[in-house]
């Protein structure tokens, strides 16, 4: 029989910082060689497969191929006002660039946010779902620590009665 190896798991923190990597990317962009990088980045080797099941990451590489694909159109309509210049502009110009990235990322993905809790609010509506039952608090997560917190005010009520 054949073994397998446990697979891991992107965490949130994992995925925004895969999101990062694609924001700033400007080089040729492949599957292969993003989850290379990704790895040596994050520690975690995940499948070509595995990443599509994540769509912010699906979404983000999208708009990176494109993007790259556009900036490589212009600087080659540019190739002939080549200067010798200042580094500081050019890191500028890097950075307003990899920022207008992540502003377009963001923006995509709150739209499809407000999409989705247009269908989830049509939907509680439908369904009897009253506004007060959905602005509800969520439940306090138990932890651990709760717990141990807990247990040292039950140990000490005994006392002192």
Do not use: C
Not at 28 to 50: E, M
Not at 85 to 97: I, P, S, T
């Amino acid at each position: 029989m054949k073994q397998t190896m446990p697979r891991e798991k992107l965490t949130e923190a994992h995925i925004d910082h895969a999101l990062r990597i694609l924001d700033g990317w400007h080089e040729k962009l492949t599957w292969d060689v993003y989850l290379q990088v990704l790895k040596q980045v994050t520690g975690i080797s995940i499948t070509r497969q595995g990443i599509r099941k994540h769509q912010r990451i699906v979404d983000a590489f999208d708009e990176a191929k494109t993007r790259i694909a556009v900036s490589r159109k212009a600087i080659a309509a540019k190739a002939g006002i080549v200067r010798h210049g200042d580094m500081a502009l050019e890191y500028e110009v890097e950075k307003n660039r990899r920022l207008r990235a992540k502003v377009d990322r963001l923006e995509r993905e709150n739209h499809d946010l407000l999409e989705q809790f247009q269908r989830w609010q049509y939907n509680a509506q439908k369904n009897g779902i009253s506004q007060e039952i959905l602005n509800r608090p969520l439940p306090a997560r138990k932890t651990h620590l709760d717990r141990q917190t807990r247990q040292k005010r039950e140990r000490r009520k005994p006392n002192e009665v």
